[in-house]
């Protein structure tokens, strides 16, 4: 029985405590022994997919109605965090498909819940999202993929780029115009569900990366692509701008827990070498230089846990977080980067070595700077809302007083 989505969720603490006890376990006896290969190679990573699909990873976050998990947000950012701290690439494979989720679950009319959620909550069909375009990306309002109503039908033309689960995805939420002369422009947006079965519809190049590698980046063409007009989400136009940002908060607190989780990761490797290496007859650990880096990861990588968390549970409250989730996301990413930097400086000459794990976290972290809106948005997105919030009449005693004239 399809009903309304529930943003309040509450989790028992044993179950959350048992998940994350065979999360843990799984990591260690899967996960870890065969990052080096797959990063290295490129590969997408088949099985453990299939692993986290029997984890109720990808129905993590949608409603138990439908078969998912249906997990708040704050405990969602402790599994993202924890396989973070070993390999990102496998969070961005289900990250994205709950995002796709989201928008179904929280826009969709009751038929395109029963009839999309229950599959991608089994993990049967697995999607992403598909917003950016060749020439826009941050400028979302700037896409010129369009879609022209046709009897029943709507005819889709354009090409999307950068798009996580491209090649190895069914399902994808796709950011289209309905009306190109619409003024304002996000009037004139609209979200479909666009599933790779629909003729018109192809997979195009996958892009080679600097990092973040085992998922699949690519483009998605369609050319007089027919969609049914039932697989527009919420069968509203004009709403597609709201309902495709209306998933960023989420998308944000995910992205700040993998920076938790890289910066924490980092932040481990680190600390294990700078205790085992030695020069000058001691530990690096032991030189000051050393100490002042491991003093400055460790509080960032906490302040991040902490920020996270708070974004969290402000989200699972049912609250508008847009400044929490989005100081939450810039701090954490840039956490990550800066701690796997440092580390890199930590582990001199043997950062360099494809052996260690160092050099992936290097790899990979700058791209949560990027990422679900970029970190110079991100701090213009957290001003506005602070000014907003705070307007200045409130505190106007406080204030100098204009010099009196006369
Ligand atoms: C590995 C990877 C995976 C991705 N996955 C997806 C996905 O699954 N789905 C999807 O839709 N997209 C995805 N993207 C695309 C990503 O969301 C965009 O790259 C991102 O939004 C930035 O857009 P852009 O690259 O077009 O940069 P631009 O928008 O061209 O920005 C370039 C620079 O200008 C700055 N800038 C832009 N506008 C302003 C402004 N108004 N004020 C100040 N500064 C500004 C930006 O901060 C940035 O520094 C992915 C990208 C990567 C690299």
Excluded at 231 to 238: A, F, R, T, V
């Amino acid at each position: 029985m399809a009903t309304a989505y529930n943003q309040t969720r509450h989790v028992d603490p044993d179950f959350e405590t048992q998940l994350l006890d065979s999360i843990d376990k799984w990591i260690d006896r899967e996960l870890r022994p065969v990052v080096l290969e797959h990063d290295h190679g490129d590969i997408w990573p088949e099985k453990i997919v299939a692993q986290m699909v029997d984890l109720g990873l990808f129905g993590a976050t949608i409603g138990e109605e439908y078969g998912g998990l249906g997990l708040p947000a704050a405990t969602y950012v402790k599994i993202v965090a924890r396989i973070c701290n070993y390999w990102m690439a496998p969070t961005g494979i289900f990250n994205s498909h709950l995002i796709l989720a989201l928008a179904i679950e929280k826009f969709g009319t009751p038929s395109q819940k029963s009839k999309w959620l229950p599959k991608m909550a089994r993990g049967e069909i697995r999607g992403g999202l598909a917003l950016t375009e060749p020439d826009a990306g941050t400028d979302l309002q700037g896409i010129r993929m369009t879609a022209r109503r046709d009897g029943d039908h709507y005819i889709l033309n354009g090409t999307k780029t950068w798009i996580s689960n491209a090649i190895y995805g069914d399902v994808f939420a796709l950011l289209v115009k309905t009306d190109v002369n619409a003024d304002p422009r996000y009037k004139g947006m609209s979200l479909f569900i666009a599933d790779k079965g629909l003729p018109g519809f192809r997979t195009g190049r996958k892009i080679a990366k600097l990092g973040y590698n085992s998922i699949d980046s690519g483009e998605l063409i369609f050319e007089d692509c027919r969609i049914p007009a039932d697989q527009l989400i919420g069968n509203i136009e004009g709403q597609g701008f709201f309902q495709a940002t209306g998933g960023l908060e989420l998308g944000r607190i995910n992205v700040a827990a993998r920076g938790v989780g890289m910066a924490e990761g980092a932040l481990r490797l680190a600390t294990d070498y700078a205790q085992v290496r030695k020069t000058m007859g001691k530990p690096i650990a032991e030189h000051q230089a050393i100490q002042l880096k491991l003093g400055e990861m460790v509080t960032r990588a906490r302040a991040a846990r902490l920020l996270t968390i708070d974004a969290a549970q402000a989200y699972d409250r049912g609250e508008r977080v847009d400044m929490e989730a989005g100081m939450a996301k810039y701090f954490a990413s840039e956490a990550a980067a800066e701690n796997a930097q440092e580390a890199m400086r930590i582990f001199g000459g043997y950062s360099y070595s494809k052996e260690f794990d160092i050099e992936r976290f290097y790899r990979d972290a700058m791209l949560l700077c990027i990422g679900e809106g970029t970190n110079e948005m991100q701090r213009m997105i957290i001003a506005k809302q602070w000014i907003k919030r705070n307007p200045a009449y409130n505190r106007s005693t406080h204030l100098p007083q204009p010099p009196q004239r006369g």
